[in-house]
């Protein structure tokens, strides 16, 4: 294969003074990034502290009062009692209330002849995603309640207790900050890349570059260099604002980290490539990078829906993407520390969807003119 | 081949589908002549000259350029060649300067010869802007010349100038056209498409293309010769002619008569006819003898629709 760098460097370097030039290319490369971890940082939070718990202690006992309390000491709860001649339904009705608490009559006399107390929590099913934390707090819980009441524990009886290992707060930052670096990535670095070979053929500039001895290789190569040092700044910033702004840890090691990072950019970087280069438009590359880049990075890649939880076809469809494994080298960095061994199979198929996509975007490349 | 060939086009077709742009044709240009593609628009023009640098693959035909074949040598023939498309082909939001040192760095000239042969070809061409300008605040006769100066900056033997004088102001047409006769004066073969007849009187030899095919082609001496051996009138109809005027001109059997605006070009080719029309209608037309055309040449042979 004849490659001559010189020529490509040709080609990166006036792809720079289009940046340059370009606010627009700027500031989707370096704006939309940060914009992204703001909104997503800030907005979107999935922990629940401090949630409106009604009681309704029909037992008035000492027991009864102490099983509240666990709610209370767990610290996500803020109990607020009530009398018992309303109905437990209407504070959820009027969501004034996230869950309501029962606690039924005799239910410290029951405990306290070893037979089962009888509470009742009643949660609004509508707002699906806080029962679903809810009812995993009340796991632990019951936990600590069985263990307060019960006088002789049953000694043969399993224990589970749960301890959340690389995230041990829980915290749904620590949790979507590393992940929407592969969102960022895999949108941006389609978007970036689209348009350039597109432009070229809708304002005929391409007319002169195929005149000349320039071969597709060193235009792909020439494109691609620009476009990853600007998205690479952006995933820095990323990374710096996920870790000084939402105080995220970094468990692993920078070069695994950096390593994927780039993988993955260059991966992003191509696909939009191989979108402007059979397209041929920027409208139609437009959509199709658009799609293609939004919709694997958002749904496809584990960020919403965990891959392992996706019908079987997606479950396989996804390997052909690479946001889904980037996905797993970032969370698997970030929280877990995890190094080259642990990832040498996300990272190996990050490689492989890089050599198709760049081999395909110089085959596909098209050096005839037709009118 | 013979070394004074630089470019021998032997059968070529192009077709896209069922569509054939270019049919066909086959024709030689010497090195150092100005070679001229005259034709309509969709007359296969631009498919033609494409294909021969190498932009375009043809469906059937051979194509040599400076003795290599098209089809085997692609990139020597690009290093070879300059082209200027008709299409506006610099970059709009790179300077002057910047889109020149693309052209150069994509040839691989190292930037002193790029500084020096810029420097040449803005004088010859006579651009004179400041090079920091970007090229979308230039008018389109200034970027042509940007475009010339791009293409010629690796200082090629052949150049091929597709419509360059398109949408251009008729000044900036004559100096271009001047520019054109400096490069063939300094050994350079050229080879220019063109809708413009004036343009096409100016080249060594012209080729009349018509729907993918080669109508005529020769000098433009020799084509107006060879089409009109007989004397070319030009006929004024006068304010008294009777509206059947044009018919009887046509019917009266002295020779093909083409409309020429609010005129006739009447070619007599029977002088008798001719003399008995004139006696018939004197006092409706005024007629004078005319050199023949180009135009008068195309229209004869390829018919209306072009210029």
């Known amino acids: ?41 800030f907005i979107i939070d999935l922990n629940y502290g401090d949630i409106g718990l009604k009681v309704q202690d029909q037992d008035h006992t000492r027991l009864s009062r102490e099983f509240a309390r666990t709610f209370s000491s767990s610290g996500y709860f803020r109990l607020e009692p009530f009398s018992s001649e309303i109905a437990p339904v209407s504070w959820l009705d009027s969501e004034k ?39 995993s707090y009340l796991a632990g819980i019951m936990d600590a309640a069985n263990r307060k009441f019960a006088q002789t524990p049953p000694r043969n009886s ?43 053929w809708e304002n005929g500039s391409m007319e002169l570059l195929l005149s000349t001895p320039v071969r597709p290789l060193e235009i792909v190569a020439g494109k691609l260099l620009p476009y990853f040092a600007l998205s690479l700044t952006g995933t820095v910033t990323v990374y710096l604002a996920a870790r000084l702004v939402f105080g995220v840890p970094f468990n692993g090691s920078r070069i695994v980290y950096w390593t994927a990072c780039s993988v993955f950019i260059t991966a992003a970087l191509a696909q939009g490539l191989l979108i402007s280069v059979v397209a041929r438009q920027q409208r139609l590359a437009m959509q199709l990078s658009m799609i293609s880049g939004l919709l694997p990075a958002f749904l496809l890649s584990g960020f919403i829906f965990p891959v392992e939880s996706m019908p079987v076809f997606f479950r396989y469809f996804t390997m052909i993407l690479s946001p889904r494994w980037f996905m797993e080298i970032s969370r698997g960095v970030f929280l877990k520390g995890a190094g080259f061994m642990e990832l040498a199979r996300p990272l190996s198929a990050l490689l492989a969807i890089n050599t198709v996509l760049i081999t395909l975007a110089v085959k596909k490349f098209k050096t005839d003119i037709e009118p | 081949m013979s070394a004074d060939v630089a470019v021998n086009v032997e059968n070529l077709t192009i077709a896209f589908g069922a569509f054939k742009a270019v049919d066909d044709i086959s024709f030689c240009v010497e090195a150092g002549e100005i070679f ?43 290093t ?32 002193r010869r790029i500084l020096a042969r810029s420097k040449e070809l803005f004088r010859f061409t006579g651009f004179s802007y400041p090079q920091d300008t970007l090229v979308q605040n230039l008018s389109g006769g200034v970027k042509q010349e940007v475009a010339l100066c ?45 809708h413009y007849m004036d343009e096409a009187e100016q080249c060594g030899r012209v080729s009349l293309m018509q729907t993918g095919r080669i109508a005529a082609l020769d000098t433009p001496q020799n084509l107006k010769a060879a089409n009109f051996p007989h004397p070319l009138y030009e006929i004024s109809p006068s304010p008294a002619a009777e509206s059947d005027f044009a018919a009887a001109l046509a019917a009266s059997g002295a020779g093909p008569v083409r409309p020429w605006g609010l005129r006739y070009h009447l070619e007599e080719q029977n002088a008798d006819l001719w003399r008995k029309f004139s006696a018939e209608r004197a006092g409706q037309f005024s007629q ?16 209306g629709g072009a210029a």
């Open chain 2, 288 to 303: 004078r003898r005319i050199a023949p055309t180009l135009e008068d040449v195309f229209l004869k042979l390829v018919g």
């Open chain 2, 36 to 78: 001229g593609f005259l034709g309509a628009n969709g007359a296969g023009k631009t498919t033609c000259i494409r294909a021969i640098c190498g932009l375009l693959s043809p469906t059937a035909g051979k194509i040599t350029v400076a003795g290599r074949n098209v089809a085997d040598d692609l990139m020597a023939i690009k």
């Open chain 2, 150 to 194: 791009a293409s010629l900056l690796h200082d090629p033997a052949i150049i091929f100038l597709d419509e360059p004088t398109a949408g251009v102001s008729p000044a900036s047409r004559a100096r271009f056209w001047n520019l054109i006769k400096q490069l063939s004066a300094a050994g350079k073969t050229v080879f220019v498409t063109t």
């Open chain 1, 1 to 41: 294969m004849n490659f001559n760098a010189a020529r490509a460097l040709a080609i990166a370097l006036k792809e720079v003074r289009h940046i340059l030039r370009d606010p627009f290319t700027l500031a989707l490369g370096l704006g939309l990034p940060l914009l992204l971890l703001l909104m997503f940082g």
């Open chain 1, 158 to 200: 399993p224990e589970i207790r749960t301890r959340f290992l690389f995230n041990q707060e829980l915290s749904s930052r620590w949790f979507i900050v590393p992940a929407l670096a592969t969102v960022i990535i895999g949108l941006l670095g389609v978007l970036l890349t689209a348009m350039t070979v597109a432009r070229e």
């Open chain 2, 80 to 111: 070879l060649v300059g082209y200027m498309s008709q299409r506006f082909t610099l970059y709009p939001d790179l300077t002057v300067r910047e889109n020149i040192a693309f052209a150069g760095a994509l040839r691989k000239m190292p930037a």
């Open chain 1, 97 to 135: 209330a996230s869950g309501v608490l029962v606690i039924k009559e005799n239910f410290g006399r029951h405990i306290k002849s070893g037979r089962q107390g009888e509470a009742q929590l009643l949660l609004d099913g509508a707002d699906n995603s806080k029962t679903g934390v809810v009812l």
